[in-house]
């Protein structure tokens, strides 16, 4: 179990998660006016297929190879019409490629068996995707505009256990405890919003806290000695 931030959170008068989220969310868009994906996919299937190479690689990586392989691969039946060897050829430098190339051609399988050759569009149909675990699932979802959960990547981890959001190491328990917290019609962006806060500010190993919008709100914050007394207004209250 992480270092409990949620009971710090308390014990220095930050105010309840739920009341803490709102203004975390506000100054982040605020400050992250460009997170998004950073994917770069043209339809439901290539943001599908960029997902799932997208895993142990990073997403330049990931558009790089995507790049080329989009102009061959159009359709769910474009990756099932070549040999296996070479689908592992074209997405080789995504890493696991056997692995990936197994997955994509089983998941291109189920969508012309079940599902008219289209992206499903809700969770409990993108899980049974061969090789789509719920993370992508919920990407996939949210990147098509129905967000049915949270992603919770390794920043989204991070900065979750540091604003004092979860107390939990899990990524399933961690979601659970951001979907009591986050309004629902914010679970697309949010965890956009600690992703690119994650790299640009609350690095793993340095976090920039004294350069940080979220200090006054932080229990993990690294200037402790602040005075807390600011309260924790939205930076768009008057
Ligand atoms: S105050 Fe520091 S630890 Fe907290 S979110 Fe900001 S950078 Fe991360």
């Known amino acids: ?15 309840r998660r739920r009341e803490r989220v709102v203004p975390i969310i506000d100054r982040l868009a605020e400050e992250h006016a460009d997170a998004q994906i950073a994917l770069r996919f043209r339809s439901d299937l290539e943001l599908l297929v960029s997902v799932m190479l997208s895993a142990q690689t990073t997403d330049t990586n990931v558009n790089r190879t ?35 190339t197994k997955a994509i051609r089983g ?10 050759g ?62 009591r ?3 629902r019609a914010d679970w697309a962006r949010f965890p956009h919003l600690l992703i690119w806060h994650g790299r640009r500010i609350c690095d793993a190993r340095r976090p920039r806290c004294e350069e940080c919008v979220l200090e006054d709100l932080c229990p993990s914050s690294r200037r402790k000695t602040e005075i ?4 924790f207004r ?3 209250d008057p």
């Open 66 to 100: 995507t790049e080329l392989l989009f102009r061959k691969y159009r359709r769910p039946e474009d990756y099932l019409a070549v040999p296996p060897e070479e689908l592992e050829r074209d997405i080789y430098t995504t890493g696991f490629f056997r692995q990936k």
């Open 234 to 236: 939205s930076r768009k």
């Open 1 to 15: 179990m992480a270092r409990s931030y949620v009971v710090d959170a308390r014990r220095r008068g930050l105010g």
């Open 118 to 179: 289209k992206v499903p569009n809700r969770l409990e149909d993108l899980v049974r995707l061969p090789g789509v675990a719920r993370k992508t699932a919920n990407v996939v979802a949210s990147e098509l505009g129905h967000a049915q959960g949270i992603v919770v990547d390794t920043h989204v981890r991070r900065l979750s256990q540091r604003l004092g959001l979860t107390r939990h190491d899990d990524p399933v328990k961690i979601e659970r405890d951001l979907q």
């Open 107 to 116: 998941t291109m399988r189920v969508l012309l068996e079940e599902f008219d």
């Open 181 to 183: 917290v986050v309004p």
């Open 228 to 231: 807390r007394s600011r309260g």
